[in-house]
């Protein structure tokens, strides 16, 4: 295992309740066990593709604890990307739902076996269907933003995606929807700014020196953070949704995350020691600050392996859909 390198940024001071610090340490370690089994299972041959999120748990842990989750305008809507499942299981999703996409069963409970990895769906949580065409969340996010308007309430519209897609007509489409000057819309936009394009890097492809520079032509407040301390991005987040609560007007996030395993399993899904890994530089703040030891955090890991690794054998004895369930799940059920 490579030490970690050390972030160019500076690290927020360790200012959560020490409690916070554990919880946002113990998900974190969840949802890269989940990536590292959901990989293991496409080697395996039980997925057929896989994408997720491994690097990015800094910034989508404290997002899903941020968000208030609930069905209807009155809690926030989440129109998310195939990079979020720290996002999921901080609001309280369970990681063996994610297990049962990736091999494509019936009990699959964001598809039915429909989709691929990463594809979240729940409407209980206002976790709208993640979208394989690159970025479209960015145009469909205004829609539940302007019903919360109309509604009334705190509920906010929080839409992420990456930064290659940024290049899409539907970034630029949601800029203009959320700020327009006789309806700003109750919406934060995020970008989460790993520097890939699948193959392709952001230098070559970003005129500007930050993406968030792009909402200053729109009059949209904007900050570019550090993605990879959870410190940082749990206050900063959490700054940014009461400015949205409050005054019902878009705010946009740059968070500056690592792809660790390279884009998915079409780039070989394989560890990049190159890029900085936000668990283990957490992990050697926590444990120099005494908060957690080492013991603490392996425990954690060792546990969370235990428990996937069970229920990745659970899910390989599921059923796959049946054929006469074709025209299921086509059309949202009526309430």
Known sequence: MSRPRLIKENSAPLSLPREQLIRIHDLMV????????????????????????????????????LMKVGEGPAYDYLHAHYRQSATLLAMGEEPIGALRQMKNTATDPYSGGRNFAGHFSRRSKNIAPVTSPIEVQYAIAPGTAMAQKRHGGDGITIVTGGDAGTAEGDFASCLIWSSRPANPLPILIIVTNNKWGISTTSDGQHG?????DRARAFNIQAKTINGNDPVEAYQELQAAMEYVRKERKPFFIEARVSRLYGHSSASGANFVNEEQDCLRLFEARLEQEGVLSREQMDEARNRYSEELAAAARTVRDEPQPSGDSIWEHIYAEKK
């Open 30 to 65: 969840k949802a890269r066990v989940l990536e590292e089994r959901l990989i293991q299972m496409y080697k395996q041959g039980h997925g057929y593709f896989w994408i997720g999120g491994p690097g990015e748990e800094a910034f989508n842990v404290p997002l899903g604890l």
């Open 208 to 212: 500007e020196t930050n993406i968030s």
